[in-house]
């Protein structure tokens, strides 16, 4: 069963800047597609950024130009800089794999158990 691990959430002040990880484990491709989601308290679950297997990024629009998600060489870590923190970026933060899906829609197989973002203004 694939593991995805999150880390990095806190709290910080509006303008301030944030780096989430998913560590992942018991992958058994090498070519897979990754995304951040995050919930805010009473809102539906939203795709911030996604990195396919051929590096293609993509970012909400709400986030362009303040969020980058990259990955270390061997694929193993996922992260998401999040820089020009805003309350609205408050929430859970969660990774997501899946060997075909990609993108910001909430199709991924595997995911992380989110680790907290609160943004204070």
């Known amino acids: 069963q694939v593991q995805l691990v999150e880390s990095g959430g806190g709290s910080v002040q509006a303008g301030g800047s944030l780096r989430l990880s998913c560590v992942t484990s018991r992958l058994f491709w090498s070519q897979y597609n990754m995304a951040w989601f995050r919930q805010a308290p009473g809102k539906e679950r939203d795709g911030v950024a996604s990195?396919?297997?051929?590096?293609?990024?993509k970012y909400a629009d709400s986030v362009k130009g303040r969020f980058t998600i990259s990955q270390d060489n061997a694929k193993t870590t996922l992260y998401l800089e999040m820089n020009a923190l805003k309350p609205e970026d408050t929430g859970t933060y969660s990774c997501?794999?899946?060997?075909?899906?990609?993108?910001?829609?909430?199709?991924?197989?595997?995911w992380g158990q989110g680790t907290q973002v609160t943004v204070s203004s």
């Open positions: 990195i396919d297997a051929d590096g293609t990024t």
């Open positions: 997501a794999l899946d060997r075909w899906a990609g993108g910001l829609a909430s199709h991924y197989k595997h």
